[in-house]
């Protein structure tokens, strides 16, 4: 089984990227199954249905969010379908709570069945409407169905907490991938057969901050401004990725940084 996630897809060049690079990495790479971070594929900010259609049609085949998630209205139609998941660990009286959706769910794939489960770290300031992602991973742990491979997406602002989320679950999930912080990190590694990145990296405009245009940002930065709008970048794409391979019993065999960028 091998199974592409791809990192915080950011505006439209994120969305040309994976149009651009998608569909030739799945047949190079014989790949089964192709997870996104999606939270700011729609000019930065959650995901309309116009844009899940458009990755759907691209290859994508589910789909995890994070803080930004409930930025639009219609993302609860979104939620609706069955191949997403928001943030798991939402405090019950979470205003967030009514856009619907769910944080963990199963899928079958060529008769393996994987879980995919998303968390939100307690370092995003979101206005405390997160439980702890320790308790709550506990809980889906314990509670889970049986499943056969299952991947954590930790959307979490420190290296610190993704890594000792990492060291606290490593061997009782398939694999935790940081996403939030759109660098990619060098640190991929497997423990106990769970595979491990601190960050999967962006899919946007290469030369802005982190996907957003350098132009609104660096004025926050030099004191002229106290606050930046949030507009995605323009330039060149770059695709950032990871690539899970499991053998014939599940086991996680190996973790690939996967990093292009447009020609």
Same mark, same amino acid.
């Given at each position: 089984?091998?199974?592409?996630?791809?990192?915080?897809?950011?505006?439209?060049?994120? &969305?040309k990227?994976?149009? /651009?690079?998608?569909?030739?990495?799945v047949k190079?790479n014989?790949?089964d199954?192709?997870i996104?971070?999606a939270?700011n594929?729609?000019h930065g900010r959650? !995901?309309?249905l116009?844009?899940?259609?458009? !990755?759907?049609d691209?290859?994508?085949?589910f789909?995890?969010?994070?803080n930004?998630t409930w930025? #639009?209205?219609?993302?609860?139609e979104?939620?609706?379908?069955?191949?997403?998941v928001?943030?798991?660990?939402?405090?019950e009286? $979470?205003p967030?709570t009514?856009?619907?959706?769910?944080?963990? &769910?199963?899928?079958?794939?060529?008769?393996?069945?994987?879980?995919?489960t998303n #968390? !939100?770290?307690?370092?995003?300031?979101?206005?405390?409407i997160?439980?702890?992602?320790?308790k709550?991973?506990?809980?889906?742990?314990?509670?889970?169905?049986?499943?056969?491979?299952?991947?954590?997406?930790?959307?979490?602002?420190?290296?610190?907490e993704?890594? $000792?989320?990492?060291?606290?679950f490593?061997? /009782?999930?398939?694999?935790?991938?940081?996403t939030?912080?759109?660098?990619?990190?060098a640190?991929e590694?497997?423990l106990?057969?769970? $595979?491990?990145?601190?960050?999967?990296g962006?899919?946007?405009?290469?030369?802005?901050?982190?996907?957003?245009?350098a132009?609104?940002?660096?004025?926050?930065?030099?004191?002229?401004?106290?606050k930046?709008? #949030?507009?995605?970048?323009?330039?060149?794409?770059?695709f950032?990725a990871? !690539?899970?391979?499991?053998?014939?019993?599940?086991k996680? /065999? $190996?973790?690939?940084?996967?990093?292009?960028?447009?020609?």
């Open positions: 089984m091998r199974i592409l996630f791809i990192g915080d897809v950011f505006g439209t060049q994120g &969305r990227a994976i149009k /651009k690079e998608l569909p030739q990495l190079d014989k790949i199954f192709v996104a971070n939270e594929t729609t959650s !995901l309309s116009k844009h899940y259609k458009e !990755l759907m691209a290859g994508v085949n789909f995890t969010f994070g930004h930025q #639009l209205d219609e993302i609860k979104v939620l609706k379908q069955k191949n997403t928001r943030p798991a660990n939402l405090k009286v $979470a967030q009514k856009f619907g959706g769910v944080g963990t &769910r199963e899928v079958k794939v060529n008769g393996t069945i994987i879980k995919i #968390l !939100l770290g307690m370092s995003i300031p979101m206005g405390d997160q439980e702890s992602p320790v709550t991973l506990t809980k889906i742990i314990k509670e889970t169905d049986k499943h056969d491979i299952h991947i954590v997406d930790f959307h979490c602002e420190t290296t610190s993704k890594n $000792a989320l990492f060291l606290k490593a061997g /009782k999930v398939s694999a935790i991938l940081g939030h912080t759109h660098v990619q990190t640190d590694k497997i106990k057969n769970t $595979a491990y990145i601190t960050d999967v962006m899919t946007g405009g290469s030369l802005g901050v982190i996907g957003a245009d132009e609104e940002i660096l004025p926050v930065f030099d004191g002229t401004k106290a930046f709008i #949030l507009k995605p970048s323009d330039t060149p794409y770059q950032s990871v !690539l899970l391979e499991f053998d014939k019993d599940n996680t /065999k $190996a973790i690939h940084r996967v990093l292009k960028y447009e020609q």
